[in-house]
């Protein structure tokens, strides 16, 4: 089954040079493609868009100063059950409780700065192509 996700590559990793790195992980797995890719930073209404489910929550603020400190990453990436992989590759959000071997598990300590967002199901991953990449078909 071909699906397409959304990833973010946060400003750690970006700071960090771990680009490279993180995608080179993604374009392992047999036949999942980067199919579009952009540098970009990110305004609050993107953010407030994109998080919106946590609003309110008390992680909510510093998440979003957090990811407005500097530029991510935005992926598409599709590929066989690629929404699934995803978060597999880059691990559960506590980078201290993920298995070594995945993303957060292999550089990441701090739950907020755990490097990559993928998204979660076939509906978010619908809601947010379109919050960073409207253009695609
Ligand atoms: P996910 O990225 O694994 O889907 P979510 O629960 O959707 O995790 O949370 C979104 C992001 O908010 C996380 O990736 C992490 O950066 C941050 N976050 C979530 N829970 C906490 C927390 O308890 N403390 C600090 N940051 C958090
Ligand atoms: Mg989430």
Redesign the pocket.
């Known amino acids: 089954m071909t699906q397409r996700t959304l990833v973010l590559l ?1 400003p750690d990793a970006v700071r960090r040079r771990l680009i490279g790195e993180i995608i080179g992980r993604i374009e392992a797995k047999a036949g999942w493609a980067v199919t579009a890719l952009e540098m970009r930073e990110l305004d609050q209404e993107t953010l407030e868009l994109h ?1 919106g ?2 609003k309110g ?4 603020e ?2 979003v100063e ?2 407005s400190s500097g530029p991510v990453v935005a992926l598409v990436v599709e590929g066989e059950r690629v929404i699934e992989g995803l ?1 597999r590759l ?1 691990g ?3 980078p201290i409780a993920a298995e070594p071997g995945s993303i957060r598990g292999d550089f990441g300590t ?5 490097l ?3 998204s ?1 199901s076939e509906e978010s991953a619908i809601r947010e192509l379109k919050i960073f990449f409207p253009g695609l078909s």
């Open positions: 946060k998080y489910e946590h929550k008390p992680f909510y510093p998440l957090f990811m978060r880059a559960p959000t506590d701090i739950v907020r700065e755990n990559i967002h993928a979660d």
